[in-house]
């Protein structure tokens, strides 16, 4: 058995080709690239599935495997703490059983079980991972790629416990260890080294040998990536700030957009802007306060503790450095909240509590008016000037202490509802949802209150708090409870309960509109389109007044956006005649007045989703308002291929181009709108050719002869691909590489027998040896080709 993961990985990898598990092997060799570099979306499209073949497969190891590189992602890329704990524990035992102890990458479990307590609170639980640590470093070897992961592990531990010094000493040995195994340390072992140094405020050695490190990964033949440039780049910016080299600090800081898709760069971002902002050299405004804020709330809702804590701690400085006295206290509010939850406060609790006194120190807004009058003034300000969020979250929270109780309740509540929902609006969800719950003892009858106390608590990720509402309104006897309930639901894609919620909700109120909006979005991403196609033509029904007839126009209260969505709905499930109705009341022409509708309208792009979870661009031809026939042919990494005629969504994910854009921009523009489901496939089955580019000329004629008799064809290559051109060895002849599409009524045999005589007179000929394989015909000719020209 090889000790080496990626040896593993690449023989695991060959078998399941060889098995025809494509999409598992797939998964085996993409899902720790999408991991580390932080593609969540191609991660959670393509996990689900690979587990699943995994497991019915009864592949023990790839479970494993698959499982760490999820984790690797929830606990570094995503910054989950006790979120994330249940499966930490699960993989650790998983790893350790007696079927999985062998796999190579059953030791990693270990690094998620400490990672993920560290993100729960990392000092407090320094005993025990430093004691996993030894254990599972005790008995791997240096050589292998775990040994390195496992040691930066143990020097964060190291540094947790206030130790960087002994953290700096254990990363040179366990350095000097894997270099006499014959070995390199990663980048991110430079990157903890860096860390180590930081910690010692050794911040120019820090940044010498974070260049070191970077030099010696380059050296060794490997190249930065986007995930290496920006991580580096903000342990740089972080350094150069501390050393008061400010301008490169600037220019090495990632983009605010970036700190805001990759969690894991966030708290050396904040740390940086911290810095700078002491200095008055980044905007100190409400929008980094509202940014901080929602980090803040990610982290809370992610149950990581202590990283929340500490981000919470910089955000509070930062609000008290530009003044804003309400958001530096609900800031330190939060953080009083998790410290609550810590086993180890030490030295926080007094930065905490020193940040509190500064807040608190600072001056309370002035009214311009008396507190009953100032939504009104608020309201009354010139349109033209601009807002300052944090101002006005001042002034009604001045308001609000000084309303006591001489505002009557429903004024009151108001004043109440401005001032929880700017909060919310400022990234401080839990602040204003504790607002709410106060007022909505005091005022449980008002249905507002509880509107904006469910969408604070969904908007926070309060899956306990949605739950305790709920059931309040429902003991109350109020349905609200459903939709409450059919809202969380939603937000965490359990499509099912959001039926059932709606449902029982429409039962107590069947003229409600928004549950069946709601319940037709459920069964749509279910795959029950006759179920959506009724709930639309309910909603139009409930919209419409009782004089009108259903093939009237529609009332006003009919949206446009729900004509689209019965038609869309309607079209998956063939129901032709509701298809040309609702066209009709869009404004639609139909070429033909009944039948399915087939017709040719403009070409479109349809964006859907590979094997892998990477999203792809298809150009097609549109058949009908929400139908389009796919043009490329395609590969077995996508579920569709020439000729198949897909439903879309009916959203525009792309805007046209402005009026006064550039013609040639118009030109190029397409609309692009979402794959829903396959309607009619069309049965092509791909083959690939490759070889010698034949000119236009007999570019084209191959094209039409295949197209004539039905076929399909798709290069994919362009320009730069470049072949061996066999006389004078050197790759400089221009190549083609295209898909041919195959139509189900002809065989391989006759698709070879096509090719070859469209192409016979070819000077150089060109090779498709898996179809000529297939049609089981001789392959000399094909393997001789590959050869000659390198292909």
Known sequence: MTTDIWDWVYETHTRLVEGGQHRLATALVEIAGHAVDGRNDQLDAMYPEALASARALNLPWVEVFLRHWRLQNLLNKRHQGERAMAEAVSLLEFAHREETAGCPQSVCAVQDFTICHANIDG???????????????????????????????????????????????????????????????????????????????????????????EQAYTKAGHSLDDDDRRKCGVIRARLLAHLGRLDEALAELPDAAEADEFADVRHR??????????????????????????????????????????????????????????????????????????????????????????????????????????????????????????????????????????????????????????????????????????????????????????????????????????????????????????????????????????????????????????????????????????????????????????????????????????????????????????????????????????????????????????????????????????????????????GDVVVFRPELLEPAPAEDAPEQEKERWRPTFELLTLLDPAGYTTWFVDGAWPGEAGWEALRHGLRERGFGIWAYSGEQYLITDPVAGEVTLPGVYAAIGVPPTASAAEADALLEALTVDWPHRLSWLDLAKAAGVDTARHEEAVQLYGL
């Open 123 to 213: 000092p407090g639980y320094v005993p025990e991972r430093l004691a996993v640590l030894e254990e599972a470093l005790e008995r791997v070897e240096p050589a292998r790629a775990c040994f390195d992961c496992l040691s930066r592990e143990y020097a964060d531990t190291l540094e947790d416990d206030g130790r960087a010094d002994a953290a700096l000493a254990h990363l040179d040995r366990a350095q000097a260890r894997i270099q006499a195994a014959g070995e390199t340390v990663s980048l991110s072992f430079g990157h903890a080294r860096a860390s180590a140094l930081h910690r010692l405020g050794r911040h120019q050695e820090a940044l010498d040998s974070l260049v070191a490190a």
């Open 269 to 642: 971002w904040a740390e940086a802007v911290d810095l700078l902002t002491a200095a008055d050299r980044y905007p100190n405004d409400a929008l980094l306060g509202a940014r901080l804020a929602r980090w803040v709330s990610y982290l809370d809702a992610a149950g990581s503790h202590r990283p929340c804590l500490d981000l919470a701690l910089t955000a509070g400085r930062i609000a008290v450095r530009r003044g804003a006295r309400e958001v530096a206290l609900a800031l330190a509010a939060t953080g009083e909240r998790k410290l609550a939850l810590l086993r180890r406060t030490g030295p926080v609790a007094d930065r905490l509590a020193e940040l509190r006194a500064a807040a608190l120190a600072l001056p309370v807004a002035e009214l311009p008016v008396p507190a009953a009058e100032l939504l009104v003034h608020l309201a009354a300000r010139d349109e033209a000037a601009p807002a300052d969020p944090e101002a006005d979250l001042e002034l009604l929270a001045a308001a609000w202490a000084a309303a006591d109780d001489a505002l009557p309740p429903p004024a009151a509540t108001d004043l109440l509802l401005s001032l929880a929902g700017l909060l919310a609006s400022l990234g401080h969800e839990q602040a204003s949802a504790g607002l709410l719950w106060a007022r909505l003892d005091q005022d449980p009858d008002h249905q507002d209150l509880v509107g904006m106390l469910g969408s604070v608590l969904i908007e926070a990720r309060d899956g306990d708090g949605i739950r305790r509402l709920a059931d309040r309104v429902a003991a109350a006897g109020s349905p609200q409870g459903h939709w409450l309930r059919a809202r969380w639901a939603m937000a965490q894609s359990r499509w099912p309960e959001v039926l059932e919620q709606c449902r029982a909700l429409l039962s107590a109120h069947p003229d409600r509109l928004n549950p069946r909006r709601m319940a037709a979005a459920a069964a749509t991403e279910l795959g029950d389109h006759a179920a959506a196609q009724q709930f639309y033509q309910d909603l139009i029904e409930h919209s419409q007044s009782p004089e009108e007839t259903p093939l009237d126009q529609p009332h006003r209260t009919v949206q446009p956006a729900d004509l689209w969505q019965l038609i869309t709905a309607a079209t998956a499930n063939r129901d032709w005649p509701v298809v040309r109705w609702t066209g009709r009341l869009l404004g639609i022409e139909f070429d033909q007045p009944d039948g399915p509708v087939d017709e040719e309208w403009q070409y479109v792009i349809v964006r859907a989703r590979r094997g892998n979870g990477a999203q792809t661009d298809l150009p097609a031809v549109r058949t009908g308002p929400a139908t389009a026939r796919i043009l490329p042919v395609l590969g077995e990494d996508i579920a569709l291929n020439h």
